[in-house]
């Protein structure tokens, strides 16, 4: 299943995160090993930001996820069911 991950960073560990020489290394590992489709980097509500879209096909994959994010970068992270408009289309065609 189709996930949006998204990952804040608070101003201070943000700030820390930037700084570090290992910062767009760190994330390009987590994109490869996460395995993404997308990802994007903005800011909501003052914070740093990333969006990430990845697969999940079992919960305990979950983990390998979240993890990286919270322990490297000290994130909040949530995850997102989303779906593409061919899944939206199906699912709309399958309350008639």
Request: without cysteine; aromatic residues 10%; proline residues 4%.
């Amino acid at each position: 299943m189709r996930f949006l991950v998204r990952a804040q960073l608070p101003t201070e560990a943000g700030n820390k995160a930037v700084k570090s020489a290992k910062f767009l290394q760190t994330i390009e590992d987590f994109i490869k090993k996460a395995n993404a489709e997308a990802a994007y980097f903005f800011e909501a509500g003052g914070d740093r930001t990333f969006a990430f879209i990845v697969n999940i096909e079992r919960a305990d994959m979950i983990p390998a996820i979240a993890e990286p994010l919270f322990q490297d970068m000290g994130a909040k992270v949530e995850f997102h069911p989303v779906m593409l408009l061919e899944d939206l289309k199906k699912a709309i065609a399958s309350l008639s």
